[in-house]
């Protein structure tokens, strides 16, 4: 990396000089407003150019789209991305190099691909991501269909590593790392580790009941049983709805519910029997991949719905905040 940066070293230097030339050349002919503006646009694609070499091998700039990381990063914060921290990315989204010997570390807050991004072509994708990085995350031209950016990549912590098993219940983790024999609370495991405290619960535990009550009414309604709904699942949803949770802030729990309310109806479904055992079996991290959370567990898409994630597929570390102003911070301490 010292000898490709001091390449990019000697070539700013290199371009720098001969324009320096060009204009004192220039400076004894007649201006005219063509070469004016010329002058503008050859500065503009020059600065462009380099602002899109140093966010792809170096510093990638980035905008947090959503929820998932608040307490740690808020909605619209501004932050700074080490490309270089797990191998260099020869192209956006593309083939790493120089990466065996720099793995992701536990609790290290991450920047990975969506695994559940739709693609738009190769070459879109490409052009996207340049746009992206050469006005410094003010474009997004790659849009959802209801007009909102598109999430290409997310920001996450990486919490299991390979060899783990994590489970979850009523939006807790439960740990069981690799080469251990018993599952640990979240909380006792980052204390027994002094991991961050940045993960964390927005919504009242005790509003989970209501939430699995009207993920089995839903199971009862899909299954033809609505009218044998047991009254105690309607008063617990309704007690969810007279709080104002009357959105799905789990979607983790609301499903496990589901599935595990239409295996009842019908224990010799395999089908549903294997589509229930999924969420009390966990997750298991195979070696190479990680298992990234959102700080937010409450609200966050995370590896709980799209699974582990390839160690190739991330691509980098998030370093600092540099936006708001007033909140301008290191982010290296955060793991």
């Known amino acids: 990396m010292n000898r490709f940066l001091a390449f990019l070293e000697k070539r700013v230097e290199h371009h720098l000089t001969k324009r320096k030339r060009i204009k004192a050349f220039e400076s004894e002919r007649k201006h ?16 462009i150019f380099w602002v899109i070499i140093i966010n792809q091998y170096l510093f990638q700039l980035f905008v947090i789209p959503s929820p998932s990381m608040v307490g740690t990063l808020d909605v619209g914060d501004r932050v700074i991305v080490n490309k270089d921290a797990y191998g260099v990315e ?59 950016p598109a999430e290409r990549l997310y920001v996450k912590r990486a919490v299991g590593m390979g060899g783990d098993e994590i489970n979850f219940q009523n939006g807790n983790v439960v740990i069981k790392a690799s080469g251990t024999d018993e599952y640990l609370k979240e909380e006792d495991f980052r204390d027994a580790l002094s991991l961050a405290e940045g993960p964390h619960r927005s919504v009242d535990p005790v509003y989970y009941d209501g939430l699995k009550a009207a993920a089995a ?25 007279g709080s104002g949770y009357d959105y ?22 395999m089908n549903k029997r ?10 298991y991290v195979p070696e190479g991949k990680v298992l990234p959370l959102g ?10 719905y799209f699974g582990p994630v390839d160690e190739t597929r991330i691509n980098g570390r998030v370093i600092g905040r540099f936006w708001p102003i007033t909140r301008i911070s290191s982010l290296l301490d955060n793991h």
């Open 274 to 283: 294997s589509d229930a055992a999924v969420y009390d079996n966990g997750i």
């Open 248 to 269: 799905i802030f789990d979607r983790y729990e609301f499903e496990r519910s589901r599935t595990r309310t239409a295996y009842s109806f019908n224990p010799s479904d």
């Open 90 to 148: 020869l192209y956006p989204a593309g083939k790493k190099v120089f990466s065996d010997n720099r793995r992701v570390q536990r609790d290290e807050i991450i920047t990975f691909y969506n695994p559940e991004y739709e693609s738009k072509g190769p070459l879109f994708d490409i052009l996207s991501q340049v746009v992206y990085m050469g006005t410094l995350t003010l474009v997004n031209i790659d849009k959802n269909d209801d007009g909102t």
């Open 217 to 241: 009414l839903t199971s009862y309604d899909e299954n033809g049983y609505a009218s044998y709904a047991p009254q105690h699942l309607i008063r617990d949803y309704s007690e969810l709805r």
């Open 32 to 47: 005219t407003i063509l070469s004016e503006i010329w002058s503008w646009v050859d500065a503009l694609i020059f600065a």
């Open 295 to 304: 700080d937010n567990r409450d609200n966050s898409n995370d590896g709980r």
